[in-house]
């Protein structure tokens, strides 16, 4: 099991940080092949920089080096796994902290966990998750109604008309996730455009910024950046203020107010929920959208199973489990983009992988997006084939990258279920076509997006 969050990417810097500020300087590798550091002080940092982003650097360390591989970030060696067969074999014995959080909240200057032990931040772990399950349950039908909001616009629109998935994608997750994180106060477009800006402010510096130190030499993009956060910390906690005073208990910063979070825990957590919450959900609805474009056989077969499950019923959160193929469209639609291609753990005790030696107190860092292309665990790792998952050693496999079951963080099961809704309504009145001519170009970051807006034509079923 993968107890840690499978979204850190840059936030990998943030750990590097804590590492190298608690623990002194060592020049021991443990024999692992890998790159020697072309600076002193920096490592291999340029070469990462020169790569473009860290999974593209991971792609070519593990090409050159084999699935276990270490270079160097400043004065400290760092592994990385690139295959699932070594990642099996990776202990990870601290199963209670969650690493994406850990790194996002250090990131944000905020405290992980409630500062008692592992015990607390266990229960703080489960407040978070049962908070998102439950605004789920009380918010379903809102949910449907945003998605058939969208989808009645796309109906609308002459079958020539390109549609902009990206911009349309990302205004169906902003106004779902704010309005079940933080109530009726977001269905004001105003706010929403508001709560957008700051997010893309703080959103595009987690997504570069950090990797190069850019941020810090350039003092108005960091006055940008703290201004977004201010501002975003100061409406998190208006919002928490006035729902606890209206006493409502039906989105999630209700269900956290009804534990014995403090104010300042509720807004940390507000923040975390709304700020990955957006980007995961729109980047997944996305993608999927993208890859059946390129396949009618698979939008065919996705529309008999709703058909047979739905009817001409709207879905409901009782019969998405019974969606098993739009599950495996899904799970196929990360695996393919890569949604999320970087893990990072502080090795807490020595630790061995094949016959390497892993030190104690070692960055190990999960190249997901290395492993979810690796053509030793999947056939036809580019192609995108759903029915991949209907072998039990492939949903497996997925399972330890910690993709799906209760491996899944608890925002990329809020962002499945949105996905669900948006193909279940979409796909049994609409078909979607790709531009001719049009080439996809991914941003490998945090989350995997797309460098430029993905153009697409619907048709209405007949």
């Not at 789920?136 to 616009?153: C, D, H, I, R």
Request: net charge neutral; proline share 4%.
């Amino acid at each position: 099991m993968l107890d840690f969050a499978i979204f850190a990417v840059t936030f990998v810097i943030i750990l590097v940080g804590a590492v190298l500020y608690l623990y002194p300087s060592s020049r021991r590798a443990s024999g692992i092949p890998g790159l020697n550091p072309t600076d002193e002080k920096d490592g291999n940092l340029q070469d990462i920089v020169n790569r473009g982003s860290l999974h593209e650097f991971l792609v070519s360390l593990h090409q050159e080096f084999g699935p276990v591989a270490s270079f160097w970030f400043g004065g400290r060696p760092v592994v990385s796994l690139g295959s699932v067969h070594q990642l099996r074999q990776h202990i990870n014995p601290n199963r209670t902290t969650d690493s994406f959080e850990t790194m996002l909240k250090s990131l944000l200057g905020y405290q992980s966990g409630m500062g008692g032990g592992a015990t607390e931040t266990l229960m703080r772990k489960k407040v978070y998750e049962s908070a998102i399950n439950n605004t789920l349950k009380s918010n379903f039908p809102l949910m449907l109604k945003l998605v058939e909001e969208l989808v009645g616009k796309w109906r609308s629109f002459p079958e020539a008309q390109h549609t902009p998935l990206c911009a349309h994608l990302l205004g169906l997750a902003m106004k779902t996730v704010t309005q079940l994180a933080l109530g009726e106060r977001f269905r004001d477009d105003a706010e929403v455009i508001c709560f957008r800006k700051n997010h893309d402010a703080l959103w595009s510096e987690i997504g570069k910024g950090y990797l190069d130190g850019s941020l810090e030499k350039s003092s108005s993009r960091k006055g940008h950046y703290e201004k977004a956060l201010s501002e975003m910390e100061s409406m998190l906690l208006s919002v928490a203020r006035e729902r606890k005073a209206q006493r409502k208990q039906t989105v999630f910063v209700d269900a956290l107010l009804q534990s014995s979070l403090t104010e300042r825990q509720i807004m940390e957590d507000c923040m975390v929920f709304t700020l990955a919450g957006c980007v995961i959900t729109a980047n997944l609805c996305t993608w999927a959208l993208r890859f059946l474009t390129t396949s009618e056989e698979v939008q065919d077969k996705l529309y008999q199973e709703l058909e047979e499950v739905l009817g001409s019923d709207p879905v409901s959160l009782d019969k998405v489990p019974q969606l098993r193929y739009c599950q495996q469209v899904l799970n196929e639609t990360v695996r393919t983009a890569k949604l999320t291609p970087i893990a990072a753990r502080l090795q807490e005790v020595e630790g061995k992988v094949d016959q390497h030696v892993i030190p104690k107190e070692t960055l190990v860092i999960y190249a997901l997006g290395v492993m979810l292309q690796d053509s030793d665990t999947w056939s036809a790792p580019y192609r995108f084939d759903p029915d991949r998952f209907e072998e039990d050693s492939v949903r497996k496999s997925f399972c330890l990258l910690g993709f799906s079951g209760n491996q899944a963080c608890p925002e990329l099961r809020f962002a499945y279920t949105v996905a669900a809704v948006l193909l279940s309504t979409l796909v049994r009145q609409l078909k979607f076509h790709q531009l001719k001519g049009q080439v996809m170009e991914v941003r490998s970051e945090l989350v995997s997006t797309p460098k430029d807006e993905t153009w697409i034509t619907v048709s209405r079923r007949s």
